[in-house]
């Protein structure tokens, strides 16, 4: 299989332009040290950290439901488990 | 960007190593170094001219030799990760004065398996990943760390928060036109263009 070109100027600034998000509430939900920590998009400190993944999951909704919001659950090695989506 | 701050990446290319190798180019390009994977040369007769070209320029080599066994039984082990960690101590030991300053890590998943298959590289600096991301950017980060005096670098921590967004807002664009086949097909060297647009936006405060 011939691998495509992916990477493009604009596509390149288009990711870029995600990681400083205005108006989403995207909430992360990581795996730390040895606790899920939650993460508001566009930061490097956690909100709250927690024992179960159950837990930060719940909290981060809680947060997420209040406003146009998404919560991204990651898996242990970074990549994406789920995405949960919430409209007012 | 000259001398100090290249880095020369050595690891394997398979899918399952796929993880690993974006944390790593991630790692690298977040604490400020322009990292060098010998996946993005194309023309096979050259490889070995470039990997060349790629030690004599980088003070910094990380080499993982993880995949220095059979992955599967009936697959062979991987020998080109060792022939070019080989090459880069070679540089740093017969080397003139700037290549005498080359900093090497050497990779592998567990601790101790490399004193079974090339037990002459005791006494390198040797640290296990476990095939977890995490580790290998806390291996990388603190190695670095040890190898850069006088300068602060980023947590582990603050490393792994960034990158684990990152991938999320990579996959959310991109998923959109590519199928997931392409994705993971695509070339380390577009992986590292959006990875420098990324950070470098990240950082903006």
Redesign the interface.
């Known amino acids: 299989m011939s691998r495509k070109v992916i990477y493009t100027k604009s596509r390149g600034e288009t990711v870029a332009s995600l990681a400083r998000p205005v108006n989403i509430a995207k909430l992360h939900v990581i795996l730390g040290e040895s606790k899920w920590s939650v993460v508001i998009e566009g930061n490097t400190k956690a909100l709250r950290t927690f024992l179960t993944v159950d837990q930060a999951i719940n909290f981060a909704k809680d947060i997420a439901a209040k406003k146009t919001g998404e919560v991204v659950i990651h898996e242990e090695n970074g990549l994406i488990k789920d995405r949960i989506s919430f409209n007012r | 960007m000259g001398f100090e701050s290249n880095v020369f990446i050595n690891c394997p290319f398979d899918d399952e190593y796929k993880?690993m190798l974006?944390?790593l180019v991630f790692t690298s390009i977040y604490l400020n170094l322009v990292p060098h994977v010998s996946e993005t040369i194309s023309s096979s007769n050259t490889r070995i001219d470039q990997i060349k070209r790629y030690i004599r320029k980088s003070k910094f080599g990380i080499h993982d030799i993880s995949r220095n066994k059979a992955m599967v039984v009936g697959d062979l082990p991987r020998f080109n990760m060792p022939y070019e960690l080989g090459l880069d101590i070679g540089a740093c030991e017969f080397g003139g004065k700037i290549l005498k300053s080359k900093k090497i890590l050497i990779l592998d998943t567990e601790r101790y398996h490399y004193q079974k298959v090339i037990s002459d590289i005791s006494g390198q600096d040797i640290s296990a990943h476990n095939d977890?991301?995490?580790t290998l950017i806390s291996k990388v980060r603190n190695w670095l760390s040890s190898n850069t005096e006088d300068i602060v670098l980023?947590s582990t921590?603050?490393i792994?928060?960034?990158?684990?967004?990152?991938?999320?807002?990579?996959?959310?664009?991109?998923s959109a036109t590519?199928t997931e086949?392409?994705?993971k097909?695509?070339?380390i060297?577009?992986?590292i263009?959006?990875t420098?647009?990324?950070?470098?936006?990240?950082k903006?405060i």
């Open positions: 993880p974006k944390a977890e991301p995490k980023a921590n603050e792994w928060i960034a990158y684990n967004q990152f991938i999320d807002d990579l996959t959310s664009i991109l590519y086949e392409e994705l097909e695509m070339p060297s577009d992986y263009k959006f420098n647009d990324w950070i470098k936006k990240f903006q």
